[in-house]
C-alpha cells in the first residue's frame, strides 16, 4: 500500500469474491454511467480480498437488495484498478479505502469523476507485530531497536540466514523493505502469497507457540483468536512517507473511507443515500468477518445474520422516506 494502504490482486477478477454475485461484465462507458442495467435498479461494488472489507460489502449488498429492492453486482479487484473502474462508472462505489492521495488528486480534485463518501467508522492500523506469547517473555522485543537482538529466533527457510517478517500477499504495497533497510535490521520480508496463507501460517506458529514477526493490521477478526503486540516503529509524522524508498517511519493511523462515482453519488437515489448514510464500528465489522472467516459463513448468511440481530443499527442508514 503507497501511503499505508493495503494494495490488492492487481489482475482484475470478473467474479465476487466468497460467493458474492458476479459481475457480469468488465467493460462500461467512460464515466457517469446510470445504475440501471437491463431495466433493473443494479448497485456494483468492489469486494476487496480481506475479510473486515468484505463484510462491509456483503451487509450493504444484504439491504440494498432485500430492504430497497435493488440488485447488487460485486467486482474483486486491486485496490488502483478499482479507483480506475470508479471514475469510469465500471462500478459505484468503494466501502473501505486505506489512502489513495495520488488517486484521490486525479479523480476527487482534478477530473470530479469520483466523490468523498465519508468515514466508514473504522480506523485501520498497519504496524509490525509479534504474539503476546513471546512479547511476555522478552519485552523489549517491543521496540525496533532491540529486533536484531532477536533476529535469530524470527529465521526460517525461507529467510535466507535473517530474521522473517512475515508478510500476506505480495500485492498489498508495504514500506516493508524500505524499513529494513533505512533501520539497519537483520530481517526479511517473505510472503505467505495471500490473507489466507498468512493467516494459517500465524495459526500455526501461535499453536507451537512459536516465535513470529509479522506486517499486520487492524481491525482484523484474527486479532480475538491469537493474541498481537505491535512492535513500536519509529514515530509517523505526516510526510514521512512521501519518498519511498527512503521511508524510515512506521505507519499512522487511517479512518477508513468510503468512494463514490460522481455520477452515482448525484443520481443514485435511495442506494446512493444509503451507502452515504452506512457508518458501523470496528467491533461490527469484526463480528461479520468472524463469521465468515472463522466460523465459515458464506457473507449472505453471515449479513443476514447481523441484520437481523442489529435492526437499531441500519435503520439509521435508510433513506428518509
Known sequence: MRTNTRKLRTATACAAALGLLALSGCTAAETGRSSVVDGAKTVRLTVPSWVGAQANTAVAAYLLEEELGYTVKTQQMGEVLAWDALSRGNIDGILEDWGHPEEEKRYVD???????????????????????????????????????????????????GKGE?????????????????????????????????????????????????????????????????????????EGCDAVPEKIACGYPETPLQKFFNADFAKNGGEAAEFLKNFRWTTEQQNEV?????????????????????????WRAWMPEK
Open 289 to 313: 468477518a468472524l463469521m465468515i472467516a472463522d466460523e465459515k459463513m458464506a457473507p449472505e448468511a453471515a449479513a443476514e445474520k447481523w441484520v437481523k440481530a442489529n435492526e437499531p443499527t
Open 165 to 237: 517478517i512475515l508478510e500476506g500477499s505480495p500485492d498489498y504495497v508495504t514500506n516493508d523493505d524500505a524499513l529494513i533497510k533505512n533501520l539497519n535490521l537483520d530481517l526479511k520480508t517473505t510472503y505467505a502469497g495471500s490473507e489466507a496463507s498468512q493467516i494459517t501460517a500465524m495459526q500455526k506458529y501461535a499453536k507451537a507457540k512459536k516465535p513470529f514477526l509479522t506486517y499486520w493490521w487492524t481491525p482484523q477478526w484474527l486479532n480475538a483468536e491469537i493474541e498481537m503486540v505491535e512492535v513500536k516503529l519509529p514515530e509517523y509524522k
Open 110 to 160: 482534478t477530473k470530479k469523476t469520483v466523490v468523498r463518501g465519508g468515514g466508514l467508522g473504522v480506523t485501520g492500523h498497519i504496524g509490525w507485530f509479534v504474539p503476546k506469547y513471546y512479547a511476555d517473555k522478552h519485552p523489549d522485543v517491543t521496540d525496533w531497536k532491540n529486533l536484531n537482538t532477536y533476529a535469530e529466533d524470527f529465521r526460517t527457510a525461507e529467510s535466507g
